[in-house]
């Protein structure tokens, strides 16, 4: 017979689906699952079990084995010889992994899953492919073999010739692999912070400012170190007598509201300067009607000449909170900076002028925070008292004596907003709760949707898991409704539209910051696809500064626009560095390279935010694209004190490598020196940004001081190469081979370096538009140039170390001379501090150490220097 035809009379075999006990009695099974027919009719029903779908294959040697599921030793005869007992290890790629109790229960999402892992699989192959040919042709032009490779390149050189390289299977965890960094907490694995522990050069940076042996060694024959004690000594006045300042913390809380509510007209200019602006669309917390009947309620109307304040009440506690939050909120939107925005003082009417010449100090969140300690004394959480909350949480957003986005929003300060508004039932939708309330059923939505987006940011800045879950409310999105008002509709859209990004943030946050569950490098890389679309779809700076700007609307638009893409890109910045720094790890040079230039490129796009602060530049106008400049201004900060840290890193870089390395092609040294000239061009710009804006903002004012010096001493590079290392180089050096004496940029070839050099033409571009980029730096770190915020912090300490007191300083915001002739505290009505209290030396030291360089030693050194100099000896 023809083999063939033989082949054919064999039986096919089938694939067994019947239960066991079926199978063992030889009965038929109807397969209903998880208990058959025939087994439920038996005394044991339990006993139905079913095993995974498997098939027989024949093999050379005459021995069947199962591939389609959990194999098992089989005797098979073997023509007519022994019988002996075969072991097939299972193939972990076709191995069905699915409990046999679930195997009937897969959907078509399962399939649908299964599907994009082998679609994301091939394209992972394509990859590495690339990557493959991409070496080849490297080390094919370089001429370089592999017995001239060191055994890390060696390694990740055979990873390219097979399926993919082994860096992307290792695990991407954020919250690990950190350097030492003394006396710095963690803060957070997505802010400034986490570089400087991770990023080995930045962390050297830390440690070099942090020793008092080579600052002294590199100031002690400077003499603008006298020039700082002068100025220093003669600002403090340290030979008068200090001045007993009140204390606003013992004061009674009416006498402390009150004598902020006292004048009427103030306080009404100041309410419909609040809803007349863009705040009311940025922060659209309050109904203006209902707001108003409060606040006659509290001090009475307008025009009522022998109304009187009615504070007597603790449930009035959360309504002249607001009122003091919404003055404090009107009065900082009255200037750009230090300039008002009415324009000229003669063209100002006798309102504008009233309120300017009577600013809302930052010292009013003292009696904002015992009206919130009031509030939480009563039984119930009313809508006010979350109100009340809701709007201090903003504030502290753009707070001039915080702004800084590590500690402006903490889960503490957003739990016990959660819980405040879990008691009103915002987390619930309007039409499915039972309890009734006035206010329209939009609002109600916008105040838990800005919750929320109070929750993304610090998920996204701050790197903070997220306390909300989609299990806790059922919220509806704000209903889109034509006939409201074009204020509202566009209002209710922008949350609308803003709902889409969260919903994308929360997914690839929630898995990349897993801490049970880390993602590996090529989970991350396709979690981040969303994110790299969802930016492309975003308006640029450019395009949202072409945007009309006529009207309040339009102006709070771009606003939220603004924001919206700062957020997304600093954060897409933020996890390729975190990439970036996997990749040096690993001794990868072609991925380092690719993502140090996906750094800079992305670090490009934020980048024109700094013509914003170039009085020359026309075009780049906060007040007009904006209108309310001190809402924005500490986001720019944000992302320039990132960029900052971007720049710094690719010095520190080029400055190690010249000091390791003493022979280095002349080639490679010629690059090397066009990067640090962008770079230190670039830095110069966000410099002298911080320095415009520190006249207003404490934090800008304090990374003005320490950048400085970090730049113009530390990472101060010569062109070519170092021949003698000053004791400062030496110890940058020390504290780099400390953590490790290699790093991949040490790899980089000539062509590497030129796509950093092209990278940053980008940055270079933008310098060349500003005015600043080529003025001289100044690299002291005095005080002599804004001497605000040194003596309000060092008044503040000489009163039992608090920050909440009244100066002359504080009240003028920002400082005008002019402005606040006559103007007197209503607080500290009879008090002289014309002059400022003064301070012992100590307390001057203690002031700048604690509160502005937290621990830097630089500082330390000049003070001392500054008070010996003077004959005080501490």
Not at 53 to 76: F, Y
Not at 90 to 113: C, E, G, I, L, Q
Not at 481 to 492: K, N, R, Y
Not at 671 to 688: F, P
């Amino acid at each position: 017979m023809d083999p063939l035809e033989k082949e054919h009379d064999r039986k096919r075999v089938r694939i067994q689906r019947s239960c066991f006990v079926c199978r063992q009695k030889k009965t038929k099974c109807d397969q209903a699952r998880p208990i058959c027919s025939a087994c439920k009719k038996r005394k044991n029903p339990n006993a139905c079990q079913y095993g995974s779908a498997s098939w027989d294959i024949q093999v050379s040697n005459g021995m069947r084995t199962g591939l389609g599921g959990l194999l098992e030793e089989t005797n098979v005869p073997s023509n007519g010889r022994s019988t002996s007992i075969n072991k097939f290890k299972p193939d972990r790629v076709f191995m069905d992994t699915t409990p046999a109790s679930y195997a009937s229960s897969r959907s078509k999402s399962d399939y649908a899953n299964g599907l994009k892992q082998i679609n994301n699989r091939i394209q992972l192959l394509e990859s590495a492919l690339r990557l493959k040919s991409d070496r080849d042709s490297l080390s094919s032009s370089s001429g370089t073999t592999l017995a001239e490779t060191s055994p890390n390149e060696q390694r990740n050189g055979s990873a390219a010739f097979g399926i993919m390289p082994e860096s992307e299977y290792e695990i991407v965890d954020f919250h690990r692999d950190s350097f030492p960094a003394p006396g710095m907490s963690y803060k957070g694995s997505l802010t400034w912070v986490s570089l400087l522990r991770k990023d080995k050069f930045l962390n050297s940076i830390t440690l070099s400012i942090r020793n008092k042996k080579t600052i002294l060694q590199e100031c002690q024959h400077d003499t603008k170190a006298c020039e700082f004690s002068k100025v220093l000594c003669s600002q403090v006045d340290a030979g008068s007598e200090k001045i007993p300042l009140r204390n606003p913390h013992d004061m009674p809380i009416v006498t402390l509201v009150s004598s902020y509510l006292k004048d009427r007209r103030l306080v009404w200019l100041l309410v419909d300067r609040f809803f007349d602006s863009e705040l009311a669309l940025v922060y659209p917390v309050l109904l203006r009607e209902v707001f108003e009947e409060d606040v006659t309620n509290l001090i009475g109307g307008r025009n009522d000449p022998t109304a009187t304040i009615n504070f007597t009440r603790r449930q009035q506690c959360s309504t002249a909170g607001i009122v003091l939050l919404v003055m404090r909120f009107a009065s900082l939107s009255l200037f750009n900076l230090d300039n008002p925005v009415f324009g000229p003082e003669s063209q100002w009417t006798d309102d504008q002028k009233h309120m300017v010449t009577n600013p809302i100090s930052k010292d009013v969140n003292t009696a904002v925070e015992k009206c919130i300690e009031e509030t939480e004394k009563l039984k119930e959480v009313t809508l006010e008292a979350f109100q009340l909350t809701l709007l201090k949480r903003w504030y502290e957003l753009i707070s001039p004596e915080e702004a800084d986005c590590v500690t402006a929003i903490t889960p503490g300060k957003l739990g016990q907003l959660l819980h405040h508004a879990i008691q009103c039932s915002i987390n619930r939708d309007p039409t499915k709760t039972p309890f009734a309330t006035n206010s329209p059923n939009n609002f109600l939505r916008r105040l838990w949707l800005m919750v929320m987006q109070l929750d993304v940011y610090q998920l996204t800045v701050v790197g903070g898991h997220p306390l909300i879950d989609k299990n806790m409310y059922d919220t509806d999105l704000p209903h889109l409704d034509e006939s409201s008002t074009p204020d509202e509709f566009s209002l209710d859209k922008s949350f609308c539209d803003y709902s889409k990004l969260s919903d994308l943030l929360y997914s690839l946050l929630n898995e990349a910051l897993n801490l049970r569950k880390p993602l590996k490098l090529f989970e991350l890389k396709r979690e981040l696809r969303p994110l790299e679309e969802y930016i492309v779809g975003l308006p640029d700076v450019h395009q949202i500064l072409a945007r009309p700007c006529d009207t309040v609307a339009q102006r709070a638009l771009n606003y939220r626009s603004m924001v919206q893409y700062m957020d997304c890109v600093s954060l897409l910045g933020i996890l390729y560095y975190h990439i970036f720094l996997h990749y040096c790890s690993r001794m990868d040079v072609e991925q380092s390279a690719h993502y140090c230039c996906e750094i800079l490129r992305v670090g490009s796009l934020l980048y024109p935010i700094v013509l914003f602060f170039d009085k020359k530049n026309t075009e780049f106008d906060l007040q007009r694209h904006f209108g309310c400049p001190a809402v924005i201004i500490p986001r720019f900060e944000s992302c320039l004190h990132r960029l900052d840290q971007l720049f710094f890193s690719i010095i520190a870089r080029v400055k190690v490598f010249k000091l390791c390395c003493t022979q280095i092609e002349s080639q490679k040294i010629q690059i090397m020196d066009q990067i640090l000239a962008i770079a230190e061009a670039s830095t110069r710009h966000v410099l002298h940004v911080y320095k415009t804006i520190s006249s207003t903002y404490y934090h800008a004012w304090v990374v003005s001081k320490a950048h400085s010096f970090i730049i113009s001493r530390l990472l101060r590079t010569p062109s070519g190469a170092i021949a003698n290392a000053s004791p400062l180089d030496q110890h940058l050096l020390d504290s780099f081979k400390s953590i490790g004496d290699d790093d991949v940029f040490f790899r980089f070839t000539t062509s590497h370096l030129e796509r950093i050099r092209q990278t940053l033409q980008a940055f270079q571009e933008i310098d060349l538009i500003g005015s600043l980029s080529n003025s001289p730096l100044d690299g002291t770190i005095g005080f002599e140039d804004n001497g605000r915020w040194l003596k309000q912090v060092m008044q503040d300490i000489a009163s039992d170390g608090r920050n909440d007191y009244v100066f002359e300083d504080d009240r003028r915001f920002p400082a005008q001379t002019a402005l606040n002739s006559g103007y007197a505290s209503s607080i500290y009505e009879g008090s002289d501090i014309t002059n400022g209290a003064s301070v012992d030396a100590d307390v001057e030291a203690s002031a700048v150490l604690n509160e502005f360089f937290s621990g830097y030693d630089i500082e330390e050194y000049l003070l001392k220097q500054s008070a010996a100099e003077y004959g005080i000896h501490f």
